[in-house]
């Protein structure tokens, strides 16, 4: 390399290293330059001020992009709403529910005192749906807020996005709109994945009986996909102190997210694409202090500078009514799932119904529809009847056979086989009655004790509410007399002394389970036993008192006996 070149190099590093020196003493922060100090060439935002402005502000609402750094407080009666069915109280900090009250449905049957689906007294413990850009969590801060009519909006300004969350209350219903919109306030375009986390608290319903309680209160966290409903046992998940996963996925139809609260439902139905859900438990310090994290995210790809992304959502807070449920949304009839028996239970409600808009009366409606049943299953109880009938007088041969050859087993199987084919009875028919019905009493146990048509409605004198126990243990015990009265018109098959003394036992054991079950289920179970009583007196009459019997062969004896 020539030297002239080599000295050319050493003069450019020493100019180079020099003229740094000088920029160091001279802007010493020149380093720490931000978006803050860019100039016009970009807003200046904070995460919980808006950014200074020249622009008009008027009365805490937005005005173009920006945001007054201080917001104004709307007036109390400004955050609250009410329809033909709810009340709600809007709160300022969390840009959510502070409070939803149910005007048509009360707590107990003994006041009018308005069911509080949400009634919640502190931030902390507030049902709270934060809107968050890319998941950046942010300090609480006041919202500015506007109220027009029936809307109220919301809006902020996080990480250099504007998001604002609109509430639109219909006239009448349970169900409201939420539309959320994040507009990217940076001169270039940017990704964007939106979420919503709703956070609420749950608290479980004490019973104030002394009675044990068979009847369940079913707290579930609930995820509808595609038309069907997925679900987590919340008191379970409450009963530990940890924190747990309860549901997660991702759908391109989900239906909804929310809470089923026996009677009631919170949902949020996304009216966008593809999402990815979760609903996770938060550790706590007590049983007491239950809380619930329901997320919804999804991504929005590239946003323009400028540009706004728009997020549509149902809300509904409110009973599980059928009826009221699909007239918000057909999906939400998912959210009333009545146990195993689903598939029975829902026709059973129906008709029950359709009864009571013939005869208001629930109580008569189950009756009806009790008398039905048993219809349904006569023929059924009749070959049962004439079964036992059979067995009853079978009953000295089939003796002679067990004496005969009690020293082979084996072959006292064969002969008492071969005797009641011989006379074609089958031991079996005395169960069909009870086997088809055992699906349709789960069925009516879970209609009666978790659809709210039969909430606080009441039957007849003592019976003011079908849905909870009788007052006065009248029905339960009268189920037990009757249960009693039908064993002693059954025939008397093969049961031993043992056997007999465990069905006499029955009507005890079935007395003190009732005692604390719905009215209207014991209601339903004191109709049967009767119409069975009635059944089967009828039974004991219109049989014959004599069966044919065939001849039992005595192979020890080439003579025939006739038993």
Known sequence: MERNTILAIV???????????????????RFNY??????????????????????????????????????????PEDLKFSNDDVSYEFDQVTASFKSVVLKKYFKNTENEEAVELLNYDTPSDQLVINASANFDSSVPALYQAERLDNTIKFSKIQNNWLITLSYTIPESGYSSNLKISYKNLLEEPRNLDTGINIRDRIDFASSSSWLPSFVPRNYFAIVGIDNSRKSEDLKSACDKLEAKSLLEGSSSTLDFIGQDLHYFVKLVKPKVGKLSYSVKKEASSSKEQCYLDFYLSQSEGMVEAGGEVNLDFLVFNGPKDVSTLVSVDESFKNTLYLGWFNIIAHPLLAILKAFYKVIPNYGIAIILLTFILKLLFYPLARTAAVSAKKMQQLQ?????????????????????????????INPAAGCLPVLPQIPVFI???????????LRHTPFFGWIHDLSSPDPYLITPILLGVGMFLQQKLMPN??????QQKILMAMPIVFTVMMLSLPSGLVLYMLTNTLVSI?????????????????????????????I
């Not at 002679?400 to 020293?407: C, N, P, S, V």
């Not at 069925?443 to 048509?453: G, H, M, R, T, W």
């Not at 098959?493 to 043992?498: E, G, L, Q, S, V």
Request: proline share 5%.
């Open 34 to 75: 931000t978006v803050e100090q860019a100039g016009s060439s970009q807003p200046e935002v904070n995460q919980d001020k808006g950014p200074s402005s020249s622009e008009e502000i008027k009365g805490g609402q937005v005005s173009g992009t920006k945001l007054e750094q201080n917001a104004v407080p709307l007036a």
């Open 11 to 29: 003069l450019c590093v020493v100019f180079y290293v020099a003229y740094n020196k000088y920029l160091d003493k001279k802007y010493p922060d």
């Open 396 to 424: 000295p041969a089939m003796a002679q056979i067990k004496l005969r050859y009690k020293d082979e087993p084996q072959k006292q199987q064969q002969e008492m086989m071969k005797f009641m084919s011989q006379n074609k």
């Open 443 to 453: 069925a009516f146990y879970n209609v009666l004790s978790q659809s709210i048509e």
């Open 493 to 498: 098959t093969t049961m031993d002394k043992t």
């Open 534 to 562: 009635i059944q089967q007196r009828r039974f004991n009459k219109i049989l014959p008192a004599k069966l044919n019997i065939q001849i039992v062969e005595d192979k020890s004896d080439k003579e025939g006996k006739k």
